[in-house]
């Protein structure tokens, strides 16, 4: 039997049904024994008596009682199914590490550096996340913080953290609103065919047994990320360039989808690189100094503060691994500030500028078409 949680609604699960949160989250946990725990408020979404048919909102938080496993007599199902009603002790080190890892505090807002291996939330086989650390990051308050986005497990970089409800709303809506800037580093195999440019592919899941992976679909969600390239280096006869990306929309996995379908994956990213994403050159660590690991940072926000009239911005310093990549390639960390100064001012061109006065537009028009031929 676990202990009550507190699990805060992600921003991809708002408009999701309370019953069909539980079902993603607890598979185990069966529709009749969920009415029960509601109708009994054992059940709660922000403290509130709740039922099957509610609709969640990102930032949200749900109240899960202890969750009995199933009955003796359904002894199979409950081995397939034991991963969803267990939950590990949260480690002292690892508490340490996060207080550790915190950019920025005020009364509403928390910005940690997430390591890179740290999934946010739970999920099947998954005990050791961020959600379940939160309270550790109270600093004195009665509330826990809230999580208002998203990084991938095997991402590092700036992650924001609400400290009240209100916080939290406000921070949800200026993501949906696309009123936050992100900025993101990766090392990259190969070059793109252009220093600069927008890629426009809209993205959608690769089918049923694709889980959480996304492909090129013309019938898709609108994805487009910006790109700079900063510097290419050859290490052991493999090219390899570092890359500055802003995402304008904030589809699952969009910077590694749209890296990959450039034909420059990021680096050691065999979800969607395949291969090309392990240079035959950079195989041997020891001899490269590339350690193979994700090489995508969340490097900066850059957000509406929620409580007064500035601009919260925020940055991360590249993790260790990150680290020995850009001294065994001689990349200057100087050199990724001025991309990132001259990619925001690219973007800001093009939201000012009107339709078919885009900054290079022969350039980001045939770029595109040359995406979408290659994922047809």
């Not at 990320?225 to 304008?248: C, D, E, F, H, N």
Request: charged share 25%.
């Amino acid at each position: 039997m676990t202990a009550v949680r507190s699990v805060t609604v992600a921003p991809e699960e708002a408009e999701l049904r309370l019953d069909r949160w539980f079902r993603q989250h607890y598979p185990g946990l069966g529709h009749g024994r969920l009415e029960k725990l509601l109708r009994t408020g054992q059940v709660r979404v922000d403290g509130k008596r709740a039922k099957a048919g509610t609709r969640l909102a990102a930032g949200q938080v749900v109240r899960v009682p202890p969750l009995a496993p199933p009955e003796p007599g359904n002894a199979p199902k409950r081995a397939a199914l034991g991963a969803a009603y267990r939950t590990s002790a949260v480690d002292s080190r690892d508490l340490a590490a996060l207080r550790a890892s915190v950019l920025f505090r005020d009364d509403a807002v928390i910005a940690i550096d997430k390591p890179a291996g740290l999934a946010v939330q739970g999920g099947s086989g998954q005990h050791r996340h961020l959600d379940a650390m939160l309270d550790g990051l109270k600093f004195g308050s009665a509330a826990r913080p809230r999580l208002v986005h998203r990084l991938d497990k095997d991402t590092g970089g700036v992650l924001l953290l609400a400290r009240t409800a209100a916080a939290a709303r406000k921070l949800t809506a200026a993501f949906k609103g696309k009123s936050i800037r992100k900025v993101y580093w990766a090392l990259v195999a190969g070059a793109p065919p252009e220093p600069r440019g927008l890629i426009d592919l809209p993205l959608s899941k690769a089918g049923a047994s694709g889980g959480e992976k996304m492909a090129a679909a013309a019938d898709g969600k609108s994805a487009q990320t910006l790109y700079q390239v900063v510097q290419t280096r050859k290490a052991a006869g493999a090219a390899v360039s570092w890359l500055v990306l802003m995402p304008l929309t904030g589809r699952t996995h969009q910077l590694r989808a749209h890296c990959a379908l450039l034909g420059a994956p990021i680096l050691y990213d065999g979800k969607y690189g395949g291969r090309a994403a392990f240079p035959p050159g950079l195989e041997i660590e020891s001899t490269a100094g590339i350690p193979k690991r994700l090489m995508l940072l969340a490097r900066e926000i850059a957000v509406p503060h929620p409580e007064h009239e500035t601009t919260l911005r925020v940055e991360a310093p590249p993790p260790a691994h990150m680290e020995a990549a850009f001294a065994a390639l001689g990349f200057q960390a100087a050199r990724g500030e001025r991309a990132a100064d001259d990619l925001i001012g690219y973007a800001e061109g093009l939201a000012h500028s009107p339709p078919g006065a885009r900054p290079g537009p022969k350039k980001d028009r045939k770029h595109r078409a040359k995406g979408r031929k290659g994922t047809s």
